[in-house]
């Protein structure tokens, strides 16, 4: 069983940022913990099978103090009796640099977490500040060496690229940063302008610049090159590990699997139907205090959604799809444009197919991408 815990306090709202979450100065811990397992306790499914991967994301998990941190990892642990030891099972906690001590990271280390997903985004401080975050550059290698020091050494770095070309960001530099410090797994992502984020009003009133798609692909290009040529794998189109160091919980999602979600603006998938929690942080606590499940919705895939997605997925990531999924008229232009490759009998995306993914998914179905 995959488990996913979305923790949804941050400090402030980066300036892109339209995720699910609670501002917070002071984050309200002990209820927030006692929120989740309640959550848990309230969900059917006895025996629950053992755990192969949990992850803590966010928000800013690692905003929540390490012993509130502990007691939710021991708890959902114990939860799942069948669960392998944790030298089997991967614990993902998603960490902002600047909640990096060498008192958290060992509190940490000792609760179970094996992995560490580091929001660094940029190494240069006038771009940090742009984006409304918290650290500055220095402040990334730091809490790189402090996780190690703690024996956390599978530590994964968040980085975006294709930013406004006013802020001019040096994005070879940014990558040179980033693989000094020898990450086991590297995250990219585009921006991507969402409506009511600061991000977007500033575009609004002319401040700043829409992200443009030549400045992306280069971007793009450029990292699968210089990642590429330090050992590191794409395995998904935004994804890239070293020594087959790849995120478990992630890539179970794109393979199809079920997966559970507790907490605010939580999904759950368990093969045919999916559901969701409401976002608010008080909406869900007060249903947990009220003792119903705190649901916004769900949806049950037909199984034609379910094939398109299962396609979306795997061109998603390096396994691909089938060659005979594949009509040969498509494939041969597909590849004859350099978009896609034949890897043991599996249609699989290039990095330039990667970029058109939305595009070769309605080429291969007629129906407009997904996700
Ligand atoms: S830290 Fe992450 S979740 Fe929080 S506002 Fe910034 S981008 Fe959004």
Redesign the pocket.
């Known amino acids: 069983m995959h488990l996913y815990v979305h923790v949804p306090f941050?400090v402030?709202?980066?300036s892109?940022?339209d995720?699910s979450?609670a501002v917070r100065k002071h984050v309200p811990a002990r209820e927030y913990v006692e929120c989740v397992l309640r959550e848990l306790s309230l969900l059917r499914a006895e025996p629950r099978p053992g755990l192969a991967t949990l992850y803590l994301g966010?928000?800013?998990p690692s905003l929540l103090p390490a012993d509130s941190i502990a007691t939710l990892v021991t708890s959902l642990l114990n939860a799942f009796p069948s669960t392998p030891s944790l030298d089997v099972i991967e614990v993902t906690l998603e960490a902002?640099p600047e909640d990096v001590t060498s008192e958290s990271a060992v509190a940490w280390r000792r609760a179970g977490v094996n992995r560490v997903s580091l929001?660094a985004q940029s190494f240069d401080d006038r771009v940090l500040q742009w984006m409304?975050?918290s650290h500055d550059g220095a402040r990334i290698g730091a809490a790189v060496r402090t996780l190690r020091d703690a024996g956390l050494d599978n530590v994964s770095l968040d980085l975006i690229f294709a930013l406004p070309p006013e802020l001019d960001r040096d994005w070879p530099r940014d990558l040179g940063h980033a693989l000094a410090l020898q990450p086991t797994h590297l995250s990219l992502y585009g921006l991507t302008v969402e409506p009511r984020t600061p991000l977007a009003r500033w575009i609004s009133r002319g401040t700043s610049t829409a992200p443009d798609d030549e400045r992306y692909a280069a971007e793009y290009l450029l990292a699968h090159e210089r990642l590429s040529a330090a050992g590191y794998e794409f395995y998904e189109v935004s994804n890239a590990a070293r020594d087959g160091l790849r995120s478990r919980h992630n890539s179970a999602y794109w393979s199809g699997h079920s997966y559970t979600g507790l907490g605010p603006a939580a999904h759950s998938y368990d093969g045919r139907a999916r559901r969701w929690n409401v976002a608010a942080w008080e909406k869900y606590a007060g249903a947990i205090r009220a003792g119903r499940a705190p649901l916004e919705s769900e949806e049950t895939l037909t199984p034609e959604q379910r094939e398109l997605e299962r396609l979306y997925l795997a061109l998603r990531t390096d396994a691909g799809v089938a060659r005979s999924a594949c009509p040969p008229g498509r494939l041969t232009a597909w590849v004859g444009q350099g978009w896609a490759e034949i890897r043991n009998g599996r249609l699989v995306c290039t990095p330039e197919g990667w970029l058109r993914l939305d595009a070769l998914v309605r080429d291969l179905t007629g129906v407009e991408a997904i996700g």
């Open positions: 941050c402030r709202r980066c892109y940022c995720f979450i966010g928000g800013t902002n929001g409304h975050r």
